[in-house]
């Protein structure tokens, strides 16, 4: 068990290099004493961040989260480990080690099973949001303001720490700032990102804001938000281990996989549902294909 466990630290010491001397050069720059709050007003740092705090121009949520009722926990994965479901379309459901429930992009179904405590929303088209959530979710987490401006999240809900980074957004009068949000949930020593409805490249204030990504769910349809090559090179610079594509109804997705190069390899699932935990990440970056449409 021992073994195991310094193989892991080993692991993931080795791919963070770079992220962990940047974090540290952060730290000791002016401004970078600057911290995030938990919902009881204790620090809770972001532990996918890298470089955030030193770039200038980074994209950052406002740090005043609601407060958090605690409940009873709700059985669903195993201690260390986060349930991922493809529910349809742009909605994945993630369920932490301590049974918190998230729907992306919700649209007003998330699956079967019990309502989610959070669901996060995008405004690109109906298949992203609904003006009439499910009363019972206690978090509803809009991707953009609709007062103007950026949306600005970040909380804690349980075990899982939420934050959000603004992109903008094609509309009938052009690009909208700020439109669209990657959401990004911490939860088990995982960094897991939902990048919404993507519709630009990001920028490396973007890539400091948002940190480290263990998983990433990314739109792979190749028009609606940007083409395939543009969107591989989004994943080549995220670097994430798991890739998990959405949008799936247009491009092939053995072309987007092809386009992601030698570096990543494809793994094809007969279920809708994956476990994953730190140590069972793989040692290349995976494509993960879980079952649905």
């Known amino acids: 068990m021992l073994n195991v466990l310094k ?14 001397l940047a974090t540290a050069i952060a730290a000791s720059s002016p401004g970078a004493q600057a911290q995030s709050l938990g919902n009881e007003g204790d620090p809770v740092p972001s532990q996918c961040l890298a470089m955030a705090q030193s770039l200038p121009g980074a994209i ?4 005043d989260p609601p407060a958090y009722a605690a409940k009873p926990l709700k059985a669903a994965a195993k201690p260390g480990v986060v349930r991922i479901t493809y529910v349809t379309h ?10 918190i429930r998230i729907a992306t992009d919700y649209a007003g179904w998330a ?3 019990p309502t989610p405590d959070v669901v996060t929303m995008n405004k690109a088209h109906s298949s992203h949001n ?20 950026p949306a600005r999240h970040t909380l ?4 899982v720490y939420i934050r959000n980074v603004t992109t903008d957004i094609r509309s009938g009068a052009g690009m909208e700032k700020d439109g ?9 020593n995982l960094c897991i990102g939902h990048l919404g409805h993507l519709h630009h490249p990001l920028t490396p204030q973007h890539f400091a804001a948002i940190g480290r990504l263990d998983i990433v769910m990314v739109p792979v349809d190749g028009g609606l938000t940007m083409s395939q090559e543009r969107m591989s090179e989004v994943m080549k610079r995220l670097q994430a281990s798991i890739v998990l594509p959405m949008h799936r109804f247009a491009m092939p997705m053995d072309r987007f996989i092809a386009l992601m190069g030698e570096n990543f390899t494809a793994d094809y699932r007969d279920s809708d549902t994956m476990e994953v935990s730190l140590s069972t990440l793989p040692r290349r970056p995976t494509v993960v294909v879980l079952q649905g449409t």
């Open 7 to 20: 193989a892991v630290l080993g692991r993931v010491r080795e791919k963070w290099r770079p992220a962990l």
């Open 60 to 63: 950052y949520a406002r740090f």
């Open 90 to 99: 742009s909605t994945y459901l993630i369920e932490t080690p301590e049974g």
């Open 111 to 113: 699956g079967e099973g």
């Open 130 to 149: 609904t003006s009439f959530p499910d009363p019972n979710i206690r978090y509803v987490l809009r991707g953009w303001d609709p007062e103007g401006g």
């Open 156 to 159: 804690t809900v349980g075990d």
């Open 180 to 188: 669209n949000s990657i959401f990004i949930f911490e939860t088990a």
